[in-house]
């Protein structure tokens, strides 16, 4: 079992950064591919990004490629998303979530967390 606690959003201005952090708790933390996903009103959940459990693989969307950054620390049972150059769309409640193999699809995550809101104004 893997609970996921989800912080680091905000408002935020367009061009502005922000890095959410999700915090997870559980002794197999190390053993999960690590995704992010969002979801934007009235859209369906999207995949934003994914590690794998070392931290030596990751993967992108392409609407974030070259502006968000997903890394882990297995230490600290944390993984972070440190999102740059932010625009207007990239408003949505963003969520982690736990894979037992690196994948792209919501329906292959196991734990979800409760989600962080972030907004970017323009």
């Known amino acids: 079992q893997v609970q996921l606690v989800e912080s680091g959003g905000g408002l935020v201005h367009d061009g502005g950064s922000l890095r959410l952090s999700c915090a997870a708790s559980g002794r197999t933390f190390s053993s999960y591919a690590m995704g992010w996903f969002r979801q934007a009103p009235g859209k369906e959940r999207e995949f934003v990004a994914v590690i794998s459990w070392s931290g030596g693989s990751t993967y992108y969307a392409d609407s974030v490629k070259g502006r968000f950054t997903i890394s882990r620390d297995n230490a600290k049972n944390t993984v972070y998303l440190q999102m740059n150059s932010l625009k207007s769309e990239d408003t949505a409640v963003y969520y982690c979530?736990?894979?037992?193999?690196?994948?792209?699809?919501?329906?292959?995550?196991?734990?979800w967390g409760q989600g962080t809101q972030v907004t970017v104004s323009s």
């Open positions: 979530a736990a894979a037992r193999n690196v994948a792209f699809s919501r329906l292959d995550y196991d734990y």
